[in-house]
């Protein structure tokens, strides 16, 4: 069976390489600085999380490679903003172009459009250049997989991240990576989907669930498409719950996020 992740960091190393000679990491830096020292600041994510009644995080995901486009229409100056108006706790956009038809410039266009919530990076993050890209489109998080990095790779990363003003939602998806977690994460979420194979079973979480430190703030991730499940996650000890296909595929996202939440 092809291994998905794989193909999706092969892809990603020469994308990076389009990307740099179009924007030099030199010239990247610079931006970024620039934004730093004129006092740009944005939203703690774990904060919202560890005090937000419903803990969702709402994501904007317009394609997915098993699956194909779910919303190739949606438009970034519109959901993302529903979303907030109608109850989520902190944003997750998708910026991977070629596998989930995502961009840098919807979180740009998100927070134009008014968008003051925690944003989370959701890519593929494999080299420092993604974290500058990251802060510079106004990301307060960025999504860290430990299933595509090695544990020092991690650790540069994350550090890195916190230098340049942004939190680390660090992801694993089995026993095998929870050394990871001795990096101090500021989230740690347990994705429900083998990257590898694509295959989803919610229980992922509840079996980690007690592997995981009591006090770190808690993340569950995909497959997640009932208000009751939710609630026994919350149970489980989970702060938060990214949910994106299930309020994606609705007419409505936004306000089938407001329905969501109010069955919880």
């Known amino acids: 069976m092809k291994d998905v992740l794989d193909e999706i960091v ?20 610079v931006k970024v600085e620039e934004l730093i020292q004129s006092g740009d600041k944005q939203p703690s994510m774990r904060q919202s999380l560890m005090t937000s009644d419903s803990g969702i995080i709402a994501e904007f995901k317009r394609k997915s490679p098993s699956k194909g486009w779910i919303k190739e229409s949606g438009r970034a100056e519109e959901i993302p903003l529903s979303y907030q ?20 410039r919807f979180i740009v266009k998100a927070r134009q ?9 959701k890519n593929f993050v494999i080299d420092e250049y ?25 650790r540069q990363l994350l550090h890195l991240a916190h230098e340049l003003g942004m939190e680390v939602l660090l992801e694993i ?18 994705n429900n989907r083998n990257l590898g194979t694509f295959v989803t079973d919610v229980n992922n979480s509840f079996r980690l669930a007690e592997l ?8 569950s991730e995909s497959g997640i498409s009932s208000p009751d499940t939710v609630r026994v996650l919350r149970q489980t000890g989970f702060n938060g719950f990214l949910i ?21």
Request: hydrophobic share 45%.
């Open 10 to 29: 092969a892809w990603k190393r020469v994308e990076l390489e389009r990307l740099k000679e179009v924007m030099p990491p030199h010239s990247l830096y």
């Open 173 to 190: 998806h089995c026993e095998e990576e929870l050394d990871y977690i001795a990096l101090e994460p500021d989230m740690c979420g347990v």
């Open 113 to 121: 459009s008014g968008v003051t919530l925690p944003v989370l990076y």
């Open 130 to 154: 993604q974290l500058f890209l990251a802060r510079l489109c106004g990301a307060s998080a960025v999504l860290l997989i430990a299933a595509d990095l090695r544990v020092e790779e991690c």
């Open 85 to 104: 108006r109608h109850g989520a706790a902190a944003l997750s956009i998708l910026t991977d172009e070629h596998f989930f038809g995502g961009s840098d």
């Open 212 to 219: 995981l430190p009591k006090d770190i703030c808690k993340v």
């Open 244 to 264: 994106g296909e299930n309020f994606m595929r609705a007419a409505d996202p936004g306000m089938e996020l407001k329905s969501f939440i109010e069955k919880i």
